[in-house]
């Protein structure tokens, strides 16, 4: 699989709007896999501050020199997530999609899976995509996905910290 807007939507992926454009309630409740993408054009600058949310006292913010660290330069890919439907079954990509984005506009999470997104100058014009996936296929299928990101690029994407391994 290749890791561009070509190749994620010939794997099933829509969406790509920018977090400044999306309409959250056009995101599909059910459950499924995530992308961050930036777009052509787009070049990190770092920001000093983190302008996501403060996750049990910890600041998310990190040293440029870790955050240049983690950049991928050839990578369009930042962050491959997923959207689980929740102990209660009320969780999906539309809640997970638009907690992420609270997250960013400094709300405090319910975790900080792909903080580094949010250290990133002009992270409103980055590019959100999903796939509707079974709840039973989701460990598996972002376990593949860092997988293939890895062979393409050496490593992980930007904003994934943690490498995902498929769990029963």
């Not at 992308?35 to 501050?49: D, I, N």
Request: aromatic share 10%; net charge positive; proline share 7%.
């Amino acid at each position: 699989m290749q890791f561009t807007r070509k190749g994620l939507k010939a794997d099933g992926f829509a969406g790509f709007r920018s977090f400044k454009d999306l309409e959250v309630m056009r995101v599909p409740q059910r459950t499924g896999v995530f992308a961050v993408l930036r777009p052509e054009e787009f070049q990190p600058v770092f920001l000093k501050k983190s302008t996501a949310g403060v996750f049990k006292k910890k600041d998310p913010s990190m040293p440029e020199p870790a955050l240049a660290a983690e950049w991928v330069d050839a990578a369009v890919v930042l962050y491959l997530g997923k959207a689980g439907p929740g102990s209660k079954g009320n969780r999906g990509l539309r809640r997970q999609i638009q907690e992420f984005l609270d997250f960013g506009h400094g709300k405090p999470p319910g975790h900080w899976d792909g903080r580094l997104v949010w250290q990133l100058k002009d992270a409103g014009q980055l590019l959100i995509a999903w796939k509707e996936l079974p709840a039973e296929a989701l460990n598996k299928a972002e376990a593949e996905y860092h997988t293939a990101f890895i062979e393409e690029h050496g490593k992980l994407p930007f904003a994934n910290l943690v490498r995902a391994r498929p769990r029963n």
